[in-house]
């Protein structure tokens, strides 16, 4: 029905996965993330979305429209791009910039077209090493208060050198399947907690054992909503169990990485 959409997964590791998204959960991930945001005391006017399309584009140009912004969609072509970007940055900061001018010139020039068109768009959502040369990529008399990154390649280390840059840093650890977890940058690590109930984060062992708190291990997903029932176990990714807060009351993971 009109109600269900169909959600791709980036590719930026391996072929592409997909599932079925119902339009409630599109809904409710805004609101999320319009929450969230909004509890940071961050106000979004305009903003430019890179990144793939999918359901990931809907729920963003949504978030964007419930602070009663303009939401500008760029896509980006990132199938099996991140061997490529974890082997440029083992040589050297110049072959970073090197794949990313190779890769995404179109998408720089278009995003350039949208800040020139409109001085009110005051955030970006794009990959880390994107933004870590703005400058260079956008040059400097913007108006980009807030930069919002995303994937398993973002460590604190990037966070530190976003902060330097930019007023507001919000960093999300995502999963085509359940969308956004944004992060909260704590001790000088990067931790990341679900939208309960509809997504619960835990971590196991090699041998399927929860590992205890402070410890290592591959994360598991388990997604429960109306629309999807599906449990994924990360193989290749690794991150650390954080027991709940206060302000959550379930499990977290602490700095996710990815080995290919």
Not at 121 to 126: E, M, V
């Amino acid at each position: 029905t009109t109600d269900i959409k169909c959600s791709f997964s980036s590719g930026t590791t391996g072929p592409q996965k997909y599932c079925m998204w119902g339009n409630n959960y599109i809904q409710t991930m805004s609101k999320y993330l319009h929450f969230y945001i909004s509890r940071r005391n961050i106000e979004v006017k305009n903003a430019v979305i890179q990144g793939p399309s999918s359901v990931y584009k809907d729920v963003n140009e949504l978030m964007v429209n419930r602070f009663g912004g303009i939401p500008y969609f760029v896509g980006l072509r990132v199938e099996g791009i991140k061997p490529v970007l974890d082997d440029a940055l083992k040589r050297g900061e110049s072959n970073i910039i090197k794949i990313i001018r190779d890769y995404f010139s179109p998408e720089v020039e278009k995003t350039n077209r949208f800040m020139d068109y409109d001085q009110s768009i005051n955030t970006i959502r794009s990959a880390w090493m994107m933004l870590a040369h703005f400058d260079l990529f956008y040059g400097e008399n913007r108006h980009i208060d807030t930069v919002i990154v995303s994937g398993v390649g973002y460590t604190p280390q990037n966070h530190e050198l976003l902060l330097n840059k930019f007023k507001n840093v919000i960093h999300s650890y995502g999963y085509f399947a359940f969308g956004d977890a944004l992060g909260i940058p704590f001790s000088g690590n990067l931790d990341y907690y679900p939208a309960f109930p509809y997504t619960i984060f835990t971590v196991i062992d090699d041998k399927g054992k929860v590992v205890d708190y402070g410890k290592e291990g591959h994360p598991v997903f388990i997604v429960a909503r109306k629309d999807l029932l599906l449990v994924l176990k990360e193989e290749n990714e690794f991150a650390i169990r954080i027991s709940p807060t206060d302000s959550f009351n379930w499990d977290g993971i602490r700095n996710p990485r990815r080995v290919i």
